[in-house]
């Protein structure tokens, strides 16, 4: 039912859905929201919104949302509803119990790029405070950790450089494994807006996106790339931005590092990294490469957007090191129209990872094994830090599995779901002897868990999310928690519980000590948002205001340096048995597993995920439009219904992941990015065939 009724009052927060960070006035009466309406002095959306943030209400007061805290002793044992204290007491029990039995690093915890910065910070700081490890780690995993480790190997930090206002700089804009209409609606719009005035548009994308044949925008250059070659085709743009003289070379020799610099244009200009070279790899033709790389290193400004069709991939790292090397070496980073700039797809990923959300990385990207850094935070928590880094998720799978990992504290993240090969996270989950889930509903991962805390939507709580542009924005409490505790409260409980005192009362507290703790926070405080709206980070004594543009007169590494950026094919190979490459992306009125947008009444609904299948492999296999298909590849089997169409090419199929019955990691598998692990959902080679209605 979508409420309709007269508000009464009206409170400004913040889009909990994509990375754009779309602000809305909720609309009260009493305390039921009447509607969501864009707010127009939203610094990110200017006024506007999309279909999922016009109805992000719903989920909250679902009837699926469990209201009171559960516990139970195994896990076919029905669940038991218990008061907040005696759950909290339990999971503090049992962690205790593990770190007696099997020591400190047998448990640990994973916080959500859904829940507020300060949230996020808590969960961290309880790992390592209370339970004495790093063992902490993000769902930005999953996403965009080869954009936090790739830039900050080549600029200096692990962020985005531009405002999304600096899109109306541009005068090429390309955009590379992304569907920004899908994925980041509000954000599309503008740079439609752009192109319309007539920027030219490169789109590098396995499938045919909207963006690249629209009724009001057609992309100059499609290049069309075979799943998996991402970093080929990186570098044979580069071999020709190098071969035909297309280099900034003043820019290069004052911002970047020489010697990177020259070892990168000797192994670019190799004749095997031309794009005919390169061509049986890519799956483009030359000219198109040629084209392309000549549009963008001579066409203006030119400003790179991309999303996880980049960074969820074998070579996810070296591809965000090659867009990096593309903007560098064409002078494009440090002004307004131009830069590197990832898509985030949840709320707040940039946040997550700021707030040290990763087993390597306190607070601010700073390395657990720096003394000096770990020093101010054992001065400011009262305990030792551990200077080794903590297990990422993938290893905590593994060390479940070796019998080593026993405790998993979980907020705000379905890792069944969400996770690939879930054969094998369920088998992981299964080793476990006390899992802790903390969400909204019921979600699959809870069906491997001990205790149950009822989460808390964004409605319901004070905090900030920090959107793809580095903007930190407020989230207001709009609703009393209906469970009784904001997500906050139950961590600050539950580390009380484990013997470590938290005394916030409120996250302005939590907001302070991270920018006592944080450089690049030092200037924020929740007095100074309400008065300027949002900031971008770095804010500090340099940039009191926040920083829409990073890098202008220099990187923050000091010198760009520019990183080798070597094809390797991986190891998801199509063979007579799995002949077809996989690729997935999102739809545009469902967000991520669907746990929100299918509990929420809305005005678009897409009920099902569906396989996208050539023509041609449709037919060669006797499929016909809404034909039922199985899906295997060597992890597992599913069954979607097909959709017959050119969007993909003979070779390569498509699916979205917001249902958790379609299963769509049910056949993704356990190869991940060399630098960081995060998964490659992008590439998986499968067979396909018709079947009986399931
Ligand atoms: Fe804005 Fe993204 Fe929310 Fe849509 S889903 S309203 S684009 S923040």
């Known amino acids: 039912v979508i409420h309709l009724g007269q508000p009464e009052h009206s409170v400004v927060t913040t889009c909990a859905y994509c990375g754009v960070g779309c602000a809305f006035k909720a609309e009260m009466k009493g305390s039921e929201v009447v509607r969501m309406v864009p707010y127009k002095d939203g610094q990110a959306n200017r006024g506007h919104s999309c279909v999922k943030g016009r109805f992000a209400w719903g989920y909250a007061t679902h009837a699926d949302r469990i209201m009171k805290p559960m516990i139970r002793s195994k896990i076919t044992d029905p669940w038991q509803e218990v008061t907040w204290d005696e759950a909290i007491n339990h999971a503090a029990s049992e962690f205790r119990r593990l770190q007696g039995q099997y020591g400190r690093d047998s448990i640990g915890g994973i916080t959500s790029s859904r829940c507020t910065n300060e949230e996020t910070y808590l969960v961290q700081k309880l790992i390592r405070a209370a339970f004495g490890t790093n063992n902490v780690d993000t769902c930005a995993r999953v996403c965009h950790s080869p954009t936090g480790y790739g830039l900050k190997q080549t600029l200096g930090e692990s962020a985005g ?71 080929a085709i990186l570098t044979s743009l580069a071999h020709v931005i190098v071969t035909e003289g297309l280099v900034d070379e003043a820019y290069v020799a004052e911002r970047c590092d020489t010697k990177s610099f020259n070892e990168w244009r000797a192994f670019v200009s190799r004749e095997e990294n031309s794009p005919e070279a390169m061509a049986d790899v890519t799956g483009v033709a030359a000219d198109l490469v040629r084209g392309a790389a000549r549009l963008y290193a001579t066409g203006g400004n ?96 593994e060390a479940a599995l070796g019998g080593s990992f026993k405790g998993l504290y979980c907020q705000g993240e379905d890792i069944v779901q969400s996770d690939p090969n879930t054969q094998h996270v369920a088998a992981a989950l299964s080793a476990m002897e006390c899992i802790v889930v903390q969400d909204l509903f019921l979600n699959e991962t809870a069906k491997y868990a001990h205790v149950f805390l009822p989460g808390s939507s964004f409605l319901e709580k004070d905090g900030t999310f920090t959107n793809a542009e580095r903007r930190i924005s407020p989230v207001r409490k709009v609703m009393a928690p209906r469970t009784g505790k904001a997500d906050w409260e139950v961590t600050v409980a539950l580390s009380n519980a484990l013997g470590y005192p938290m005394n916030y009362t409120h996250p302005r507290e939590i907001m302070a000590e991270i920018a006592a703790l944080t450089p690049t926070f030092s200037g924020v405080s929740y007095e100074k948002l309400d008065a300027l ?162």
């Not at 499938?207 to 009001?216: D, F, G």
């Not at 999303?307 to 064409?330: D, F, K, R, W, Y």
Request: net charge neutral.
């Open 161 to 231: 450089t531009q405002t999304f206002d600096s899109v109306m700089q541009a005068d090429v804009v390309v955009v590379m494994g992304a569907n920004p209409s899908a994925g980041h609606p509000v954000f599309a719009s503008r740079l439609k807006r752009r192109l319309r005035q007539g920027a030219k548009l490169i789109v590098i994308d396995p499938r045919q996106i909207e963006l690249v044949s629209s009724p009001h925008v057609k992309a100059s250059y499609h290049l069309q790339v075979r799943p998996g070659t991402n970093a």
């Open 302 to 397: 030119a400003a790179i957007y991309y999303g996880l069709g980049v960074t969820e991939h074998s070579q996810g790292s070296t591809s965000v090191m090659g867009i990096a090397n593309l903007a560098m070496a064409t002078g494009n980073v440090g002004r307004e129209g131009v830069g590197v700039n990832p898509l985030r797809g949840q709320n707040n990923v940039q946040g997550s990872c700021d707030m040290g959300s990763f087993p390597h990385e306190l607070p601010g990207y700073r390395h657990v094994s720096d003394a000096t850094v770990r020093a101010q935070f054992e001065a400011a928590w009262g305990v030792t830090i551990q200077p080794e880094p903590g297990l990422r998720i993938p290893n905590m799978f």
């Open 533 to 694: 709206g949002s900031i971008q980070w770095p804010c500090n004594e340099a940039a009191p205001s926040g920083t829409p543009i990073m890098h202008i007169d220099r990187f923050v590494r000091g010198k760009g340096k520019f990183m080798p950026t070597q094809y390797i094919a991986t190891d998801e190979k199509v063979t007579r048995k799995f002949p077809l490459l996989l690729t997935t992306g999102r739809i545009l009125s469902q967000y991520n597993v669907g746990a929100q947008t299918r509990r929420t009444p809305n005005v678009m609904w897409h009920d099902e995920d569906v396989l996208e299948i050539h023509p041609h492999d449709a037919e060669e296999r006797g499929v016909r439009e809404g034909d039922w298909v199985g899906i295997a590849s060597r992890a597992g089997e599913t069954v979607l219904r097909a959709t017959v169409t050119e969007r993909v090419q003979p070779g390569v199929v498509y699916t979205t992941f917001h249902f958790p019955e379609s299963g769509a990691n049910v056949i993704t598998t356990d190869n991940s990015d060399w630098a960081t692990n995060c998964p490659e959902y992008k590439v998986t080679a499968v067979q396909v065939t018709p079947v009986a209605q399931p």
